[in-house]
């Protein structure tokens, strides 16, 4: 696979990629991140806010590449036929991508809302590679590789936003996605490579759901 990244690209330590076909060249690249940064547009951003408020959603399915008909009907469990639209062709582009990076045409969809914190340590996630977009609420949190401080992981011996911290070389290293970014993290598994550090974005026990879809290789779930 052709794999060339401008000098601006490249320094922050991460993948910025333009479209899901740049994108794909996570796979090639010395990078355990990449990221297609995008604003969805303003009627779907409203809508997926309300879906998320109005009711729990929580979609999970295995989709084979080769049929695609699997992709629309878990898009089509949205609800909202302007989100089911926009959920289907989302998967439309990203399917092909994670199987570009992966090699897996088999894939998990999985779609939910998030009322809680669920992951707020910083970790590493023990799967091949992990696609996520958040398409309400806040985005995922992640450190770029030069900014980890890979010791401190999984320290128990003090409080988690304490551990966290002692993750982090300096502390504006945390970034974070926005809604609708589509970020591409590779994981302990991924061959010879050491897993991307990044968390679920703390929210506060008022804070409006998140709604995140999330796609893993069937088998490394
Ligand atoms: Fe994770």
Redesign the pocket.
Known sequence: MAFALSRSVAEPGYLIARSPAELAWTRASKFGVGVWPRALPAVAARRFSEAARSRPIAVETTVDLASPQQARQAAAQMGDPLLAAFVCNDLRRLLPTFAAITGENEVVVRLHTIRDGM?EKL?A?YVTL?MLCTYTGPGTQWVAPGDVVRENLRRIDVPVEEANASVLRHPGALRQARAGDVLVLKGEQWPGGTGAV??SPPVGPSAPPRLLLRIDAKDRR
Do not use: I, M, P, V
Request: aromatic share 0%; charged share 50%; net charge positive.
């Open positions: 992951c970790h996630d992990r990044h968390r």
